[in-house]
């Protein structure tokens, strides 16, 4: 068993997908164990994001993520971070595997529907970011 953070990004919200990502993972053997809908601030984009601060898309990828309100989850199943990657698909949804999230959904590399942890590490980093230990729900 694995946790991973994921977030329907505004973008995903303004395109009434929510459900739609939310089927997918079920479908693939990923449950959700926290969840909340967020209206994040710049602040609260460039903290997430810190890892990426250097980079040269940082203040258009903060200005996006708190351009609307998101879906914060935290998901759990058997490989999670790995699969979760699987179903959004490559980062730009132009390289994104038939069938993917971002292909099926996302407009641009900047726009790409939904956020998914990288690694373990990372992973825990990104739910307690977002979640205290009472709003991850073990599931039975
Ligand atoms: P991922 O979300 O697939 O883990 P990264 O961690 O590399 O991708 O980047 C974080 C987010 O920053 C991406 O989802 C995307 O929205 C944005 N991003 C990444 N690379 C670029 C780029 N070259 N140009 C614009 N935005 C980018
Ligand atoms: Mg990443």
Redesign the pocket.
Known sequence: MERTLSIV?PDGVKKNVIGEVIKRFEANGLRPVAMKMMHLSKKDAEGF?A??SE???FN??TD?MSSGPCLVMALEGPDAIKKN?EL?G???PAEADAGTIRADFADS????V???S?APETAAIEISYFFNAMEVCDRV
């Open positions: 990004k994001y890892v990426h980079r040269p898309f258009d990828l996006f990657r959004m490559a980062t730009n590399i900047d726009n790409n939904v956020h998914g990288d």
